[in-house]
């Protein structure tokens, strides 16, 4: 195979294979290839990948070593992506009765999903992590987007007890925005005890939901490795915040009390850049 | 830029934007390139992509012309992945009491369910589609792969009226399993008159569920331009079937009577294979 050639197939390879370490022994019989000549190309998938930020290639060396490529999608590349969602996400439109927020057809997006993942994946790229939890129905895309770049399974929380899965852990939440009670259910084949659990979920107010699945990690001795949410609501008071340590990448609130009116601003993935 | 940087950029550039077809100008500006050189370049892409089975790159000529990534995964690049997961689906202890099958933690794997999409993507690559659609919550990620490889937009049905949503159809639909009816209910605004849809799911034994989603499209003035479930159940006789043209990549039935013992093959997108 000639090294144009090699190139094309390296570079298709690390990127179906995100975060995991490939030996340089794999590319070399592969290609049957010398391994220094691997090196070489590495060399040249890593500048073009840091270069237009599409992740980072990590090299280990000795013998349990390889190369590792981890998808990037930092602040000042994720950005202009939130900027453009921002003025979708300001349509007046949007605005259903009962002050509730309509982006099913945002979230219908693969392809921004895939960018939003990438942008998860970023932020929590140096944690430790052995999952990436939701609770249905409107996370899951996000959270099977961050999970695929970052190489993890995704556990998902239901908001019934399904029967399909064997023996359950219930808990019951106050959803934030209404007060009201709900239930949620993760089966107990569905996770590991002491397991790190990145919690994402499309849209937060007081973060009654994802204080719920926290909940959820305990009964199962897990803990939380991190906490992204598409969207968070700026109509909370500091007093009904349930959750501070978080990365949003979206911002909403309202200009006028009846709520018609939306502000929709990048979330703090981007404090402090401008 | 240099030859062996542009291929490794213009490969990822590709691969993060299927069926789109991309003007030879975009690249040419891209990287200050002839269009000859542009040409080249991807003559080579298209023989790697080709002889690894990664898709097709289709050129189209003239001045609305340019080349389009069509991601596949045929039937013979299928089968060893396919064949892998049957083994791991016939572990006995995925069936639960009921006679339900337990394969959340499969639907819980981003790469394999990426793989699964790329299978569907392949196999309806050459069909008019506007939309792919599911039901929740199981066949989302399967919806979101195959949506990704095709460039399309996802479109859920719910279970229950989400108030989030806006004015919705409903339909009652009957599920084969149990005779028991359910309700199924799609937003107004989620699905365009006289689209084209793709339907995907986890599951099917008579067809019920996929049924329901048919008659939900004739509401919407909307076509059926496919169907692909992941597993098919056999333990369903010829006239119980609801549902006669459909791509499935799993096949299960049981043994025994009491239906402990699982058979898993893989299903009919391999069929006449071997």
Redesign the interface.
Known sequence: MK???R???M??YL???PHTLIPLTTFAERYGAAKSSISEDLA??K???EE?G?GELLTLAGAAGGVKFMPKCGPDKALPVIEELCTVMEQPDRV?P?G???I??IL????L??DIGRMFASAFAGREIDVVMTV??KG??IA??T??HL??????V?RDHV????SAVSINYVSGSHKSIHTMTL?R??LKERSRVLIVDDFMRAGGTVHGMIELLHEFNAMVAGVGVLVESEDVSKEERLLHDYVSLVRVGTKDPGGRQLVVQPGNYFDGMK
């Open positions: 090294r144009s050639a190139l094309v197939e570079t298709q990127m179906t294979k040249i998938i500048e073009v990948f237009e599409t259903l009962g509730y927020f309509y099913t057809d219908g997006q693969p392809a999903m895939n249905e129905t899951i895309p099977y987007a999970a695929a190489n993890l399974p995704v556990v998902l239901r029967v399909t899965e064997g089966a084949r569905a």
